[in-house]
């Protein structure tokens, strides 16, 4: 018996049973490509989207409108005293809140190598004068146990804010013109009366007569 020997067959059946086996074999090289591929995929769907929101809100609970809210990743670099460097950190996502004080931040499918911070606050347009920046949150943890995450944040008086407020009124109210600057800078950090009796009010970048 010579089945499987090639010398038993003529060229021309010799050409057409390899033509066979390099067909099957591209067929198999494809299925098994379509198979890496599709298990890539697979892996890739599965992966889970990061997601953290939340209110924004003052004391009384009125949530805060467009108020800016950060995710940023920060990586320290281990240290040795009189070697410190600074942390290295990037933004992730970036939100204002809505009216009501929500806000929504899409983080991506990782994966985070650092710490995950949120910031909620500061910055141009915030009110100073108001309401004190609030500390930054340290989410890593939990954005370990669950994909999604619900962190809320109370903003708290700016120290100060209740003599503001009752020099405002003792102004007349915040639609005065002493009342207006009172609100937007605060309590003036020098107050001076001139010769012919005018009140000067010394800002750091301004003076109010």
Request: hydrophobic residues 40%.
């Amino acid at each position: 018996m010579c089945r499987f020997s090639p010398g038993c067959y003529s060229a021309r059946t010799v050409s057409a049973l390899s033509q066979i086996r390099r067909r099957r074999l591209g067929a198999a090289l494809l299925v098994g490509g379509l198979l890496s591929a599709g298990s890539l995929f697979s892996l890739a769907a599965e992966a889970p989207a990061y997601v953290v929101e939340g209110q924004v809100f003052d004391e009384a609970g009125q949530g805060l409108a467009t108020v800016t809210v950060v995710a940023v990743e920060r990586f320290e670099h281990l240290t040795l005293p009189g070697m410190e460097r600074p942390a290295r950190e990037q933004v992730i996502a970036r939100a204002r809140t809505d009216a009501a004080g929500f806000y929504h931040l899409d983080l991506g499918t990782g994966p985070f190598r650092g710490r995950i911070v949120l910031r909620v606050g500061g910055g141009s347009g915030w009110d100073r004068v108001r309401y004190a920046v609030p500390a930054e949150k340290n989410l890593t943890g939990e954005l370990r146990r669950r994909p999604r995450v619900v962190a809320n944040c109370r903003v708290e008086d700016a120290v100060g804010w209740a003599e503001v407020e009752h020099a405002i009124a003792r102004a007349g109210g915040p639609q005065t013109r002493r009342g207006r600057v009172l609100r937007r800078h605060g309590l003036p950090l020098e107050t001076l009366t001139t010769e012919d009796g005018a009140v000067e009010w010394h800002y750091p970048r301004v003076t109010y007569i």
